[in-house]
Structures are given as structure tokens and as C-alpha cells.
């Protein structure tokens, strides 16, 4: 036998796509309905698929576009950035997505070996993002077990050096939260920030769900030299498959923008044109667009709650923002992974096991992907299948 070259570490030590495994468990399972990934039901702006249809023979569409971003584009999200989220200094970055965004921002902040923070429950493809760029010292902190809010406390023990590891290079947030719900308020991301600013730390906030606004709360950005915010296309203008996102990042810092350039040029190049003009397009159809959509959400979201009500009300968290709910599962059952796995094989519904984000014998449910109608049926074999766990355990 002959050797074999040996892998990367760094990669063999990333822990699996929790989105991959449970498309495999539903690949096995007819007619399972999903309320696991992170999608929403609708589509694009017609008016904006319409005049993308007209790009298609454009050539330019077909070449590589200027690594930032289409000119266009880029100054109608600095308008968008300064109007809706009062960002006045912000630069911005288009990217193949927030996620690669994400990593853009982790290989141009962090070395390998840094501290760097999250707060549990993370969101589980930033946590991959970290181990696979070689920043394995990722310390989770605790949120409140009844709000879930970041304890700040605790990160100022951290950031100030009151512990026998390297002060963190890097604190992120998503808000609000993936896989959480839970929207933190602004005295607490302010605090944050602070302690960051002070310790000499950088924060990234994931704004994705930024529109996904619920029960009168107003999402907000803050804007400082030592803050990045992360945004998205994909969930608000349905724009999954486009892959466009972006990074506002400070102006004023020296060198960020060389920096991330060096990034965006060995990773995509630039994002898809295609994707751009359909996100400039999408764009113009304003906020009133998102929020009408957003709003028919409120029904899935309740029927979803109500669904999980057999967990008890203490159980269910979440759904203040974004598009998920958050779900202790009984002590019993603390296994999520295979209290997923059969709710999919018995009761064909689909949920992400909290595991996955730090949360281990929690459940993540989004209620973003299905109509109304169809959420109905997916809310029904929930419950079912979460009475017949509590009463008789998993019968298979």
C-alpha cells in the first residue's frame, strides 16, 4: 500500500454542517415538512427578476466586476446604510453572501491561535468559520437562561484580562439572533461595545435579520472605528440562491479596506454580477417591501409557540426577532440529536438540534420558510410528536 497525503487539521477539526446532516436525515424520509433551515418563503421582488432577465445577455455580467462591489450597487447601500441604520462612516464591501463575509472578516482580523468570543447559543456556521481558519481558542459565554441577553459581566472579566488567557481579539453577536430569536437591547450592545473599545477588541455584529422585527421592536446598528457590521440580501429580498451580502466596516481604520480586498480577491474575486444587480434591483423596492412580508410571519410564529407548548412555558424563547424560536427540551430527552431524528422519522417534521449551536437538549424552530397553509401541518405534527415525547418518550 502507498501513503497518502495527510489533510488539513484545521479542517478534519470542524465540526460537520449541522445543514448537511439534516438534509441527508430528510433525504431518507418522504414527505418530512422542515421547519430546520433558516430560509423564507418568498421570492425575490417580481419587478427586480424582471429587469435581471434583461441583464442576462449583457456581457459585462459575464466578466469579473471590481472586487468591492458594482459601483451602483455599493452607493445605494452607503445611502441605505446612512438612512436606515444611521451608519454615517461606513465603508462597504459586497460579498457571496454574509457568511463569506463572515470568514472575510475572521482572516482579516484574526491570526491563528487567538482568543476570540460568542455567546451561547452561537450561531454554528460563525463558530465553523473560526475552526476552519485556525482560531481555535473560541470562548462561549454564557447568556441569561431566562432572556438568553449576552451576560456582559462576564465579558468584561474576560476582556479585561482578569483571567489567565490572552485578552480575545474579536467579539460577535448576531442580532437579532440566530439561532436564538432573542433581540439584544440596545444598553447591552452598547456596553459590549464599550468593553470591546476598551480592551483594544473588535466587534462583528450580523445584522441578517435586521427586518425581522416583531411585537413593536425597532431593530439599530452602532457605529465605532473598532465595530463591523455584517448584512444580508439573502433572507429579507428571499434572495437564498443569489448569494449577496456585505460588510459596512469603519472608514477611518487604516489599511481594513487593503486588507479585506486581499481576502475578497482569493475568495470569490467578487460576488456574482448577476446576484448584485438583482440585490440593486431588490433594493429599490424599499423596506415596505421586507416589512409587509415579515408581517405574515406573526400567524406561523404563534402557531409555532403554541405547537411547543407541551414543553412547557417556561421552555419556549425566542421569536422576538429573526425567524426562530428556541425550545428546551424535557431533561429526559436531553439528547437533541436523536429527539430531532425522530421527530423526522416518526412524525416527519424537521427542527435543528441545539447542539449544533452550544445548546445542547435545546431544539431550534424557524418559522420563516412555509406559508401560512403549510405551516399549519407542520405545527400539527409538532405537537403531536412533542406530547407523544413527553407523555411516552421516543415510541418508535
Known amino acids: 500500500m502507498g501513503t497518502y497525503a495527510k489533510l488539513a487539521r484545521r479542517a478534519l477539526e470542524t465540526e460537520s454542517p449541522v445543514m ?8 431518507g424520509t418522504k414527505d418530512a415538512i422542515s421547519l430546520a433551515q433558516g430560509v423564507v418563503y418568498w421570492q425575490p421582488p417580481e ?3 424582471e429587469k435581471v432577465k434583461q441583464m442576462v ?6 466578466r469579473y466586476g471590481a472586487d468591492e462591489g458594482l459601483p451602483d450597487l455599493r452607493n445605494a447601500l452607503r445611502e441605505k446604510l446612512c438612512r436606515e441604520n444611521k451608519l454615517m462612516k461606513s465603508s462597504v464591501m459586497v460579498t457571496a453572501g454574509a457568511n463569506q463575509a463572515f470568514v472575510n472578516l475572521v482572516l482579516t482580523l484574526c491570526d491563528a491561535g487567538d482568543s476570540v468570543v460568542m455567546f451561547a447559543p452561537y450561531y454554528f456556521n ?27 459581566d462576564w465579558l468584561e472579566k474576560i476582556l479585561t484580562g482578569k483571567h489567565d488567557k490572552p485578552v480575545p481579539k474579536l467579539v460577535t453577536v448576531v442580532n437579532p439572533g440566530n439561532p436564538s430569536g432573542i433581540f439584544i437591547r440596545r444598553p447591552i450592545l452598547q456596553r459590549i461595545s464599550d468593553i470591546c473599545k476598551s480592551a483594544g477588541a473588535w466587534l462583528v455584529v450580523d445584522n441578517t435579520y ?3 422585527m416583531y411585537d413593536g421592536l425597532e431593530h439599530y446598528c452602532i457605529e465605532d472605528n473598532h465595530i463591523i457590521n455584517v448584512f444580508s440580501f439573502s433572507k429579507a429580498y428571499g434572495m437564498m440562491g443569489w448569494r449577496v451580502g456585505y460588510i459596512a466596516y469603519p472608514s477611518e481604520v487604516k489599511g481594513l479596506a487593503d486588507l479585506l480586498l486581499k481576502v475578497q480577491d482569493n475568495i470569490p474575486i ?12 431588490s433594493l429599490q423596492e424599499g423596506p415596505q417591501w421586507i416589512q409587509e412580508r415579515v408581517q405574515t410571519l406573526v400567524k406561523s410564529r404563534e402557531l409555532l409557540r403554541e405547537a411547543l407548548s407541551p414543553l412547557g412555558k417556561d421552555a419556549v424563547m425566542g421569536g422576538e426577532g429573526a425567524i426562530y424560536l428556541w425550545a428546551k427540551l424535557p431533561d429526559a430527552h436531553s439528547n437533541d440529536f436523536e429527539v430531532v431524528e425522530w421527530l423526522v422519522k416518526k412524525h416527519k417534521v424537521v427542527v435543528i438540534p441545539g447542539s449544533s449551536s452550544g445548546g445542547k437538549g435545546y431544539i431550534r424552530i424557524s418559522f420563516g420558510g412555509l406559508k401560512e397553509s403549510d405551516c399549519v ?7 403531536r410528536g412533542l406530547e407523544e415525547l413527553v407523555s411516552e418518550g421516543m415510541v418508535q
Not at 463558530?127 to 432572556?147: A, C, E, L, N, R
Open 57 to 62: 445577455w449583457n456581457p459585462l455580467v459575464s
Open 377 to 383: 401541518i407542520a405545527a400539527q405534527r409538532l405537537r
Open 210 to 212: 435586521e427586518y425581522f
Open 20 to 27: 448537511v446532516q439534516i438534509q441527508q436525515l430528510m433525504h
Open 47 to 49: 419587478s427586480a427578476l
Open 126 to 152: 460563525a463558530y465553523m468559520s473560526f475552526q476552519m481558519t485556525g482560531v481555535t481558542d473560541i470562548i462561549v459565554g454564557p447568556g441569561d437562561p431566562k432572556t438568553l441577553q449576552p451576560d456582559v
Open 270 to 281: 467578487c460576488a456574482s454580477l448577476i446576484g448584485q444587480c438583482l440585490a440593486l434591483y
